[in-house]
């Protein structure tokens, strides 16, 4: 998140473009009669559905989801439950705040319990039944946790980073005179009188710092000047690898190394991002609430599902 999220204006790209696309469906909860999805609308989990917990509604606890888990790999849905046991709330946490513990076996399955973070030192167990996970990418190495795409992208993210760094410092320290004036053969100013030349330049053309020269001499640039450098370029690797890792047209996130293939308003890349991106995502994350929830209402028939109401995409 801090080198990343935070500082790298691709990752940051890609990820507002999930969270401000993945909300627009309603969640809804049915029955799959005959492969026809019948909504239920009345059905009591569709309350918990709409009002998760007292700080957010639906759309919003979408938006810590898909935040939280390209960024970090998980998010973890947290059940409130009332004295009886009901669950009457559901609150999204992230890696920072849960992790969780292997099984040792299949009786205790991919993860034996949870461990909060409380921020004072203190690590809390949370019983498995008490948390849904839902993962970003499987990691082979780790299946009981997922994998974010930041991870899975960190040295082009660093790279990316590096580059805009580098030119930042190029622009700041090393920058080149807009103008050079040379002086007349004779001519004998002060330094005060060329500084107040400098700042009247400053105020009458809102231009940078010219630089003065004595005649005769000779003015040669040192150090790479931004052509030479082919700035323009030097991201595109790093910024379509970072976007291919999120799953988001380079184009649709509004990143350099897309506009310049497409026009902005790319509804070929828009349809792609829906089709092959968030459908996937919003039916895997359909899968594990369902998963997660469904022990959780009594009667619940056989038939009974999840799934987000593709109608409503535009």
């Not at 947290?78 to 920072?96: E, H, I, M, N, Y």
Request: with cysteine; glycine share 8%; charged share 25%.
């Amino acid at each position: 998140i801090r080198e990343g999220y935070r500082v790298n204006s691709a990752v940051s790209a890609c990820v507002t473009t999930l969270a401000f696309s993945f909300p627009e469906p309603p969640l809804l909860a049915g029955y799959d009669e005959d492969g026809r999805f019948v909504p239920d609308y009345k059905h009591p989990i569709m309350k918990l559905i709409k009002h998760p917990n007292p700080d957010m509604g639906e759309a919003e606890l979408m938006q810590f989801v898909i935040t939280y888990t390209p960024t970090g790999g998980n998010c973890y849905f947290w059940k409130q439950r009332a004295s009886s046991g009901k669950v009457v709330a559901l609150w999204p946490f992230s890696d920072k705040q849960m992790m969780p513990v292997p099984g040792h076996d299949t009786s205790e399955g991919f993860v034996s319990h949870y461990e909060y973070d409380a921020g004072d030192g203190r690590k809390i167990n949370v019983r498995k039944e008490d948390v849904i996970q839902w993962k970003w990418m499987i990691d082979p190495l780790q299946p009981w946790k997922g994998i974010g795409a930041i991870e899975l992208c960190a040295r082009e993210v660093d790279k990316d980073t590096e580059t805009s760094s580098y030119i930042f410092s190029l622009l700041k320290n090393n920058a080149v005179p807009p103008v050079v004036i040379t002086l007349e053969e004779g001519d004998d100013s002060s330094q005060e009188e060329i500084d107040m030349l400098g700042l009247k330049w400053i105020q009458k053309h809102s231009r940078g710092q010219p630089a003065f020269i004595s005649s005769g001499m000779k003015v040669e640039q040192m150090g790479f000047d931004l052509n030479k450098l082919a700035a323009d370029t030097l991201g595109d690797i790093p910024e379509s690898r970072i976007a291919a890792n999120f799953r988001v047209p380079p184009s649709v996130a509004g990143l350099n190394v897309g506009i310049k293939r497409s026009d902005y308003g790319d509804t070929a890349a828009r349809r792609a991002f829906t089709e092959t991106t968030l459908m996937p995502l919003w039916r895997s994350l359909a899968s594990e609430l369902l998963n997660g929830l469904k022990d959780e209402f009594a009667g619940t028939p056989d038939n009974f599902t999840l799934q987000f109401d593709l109608r409503r995409v535009g």
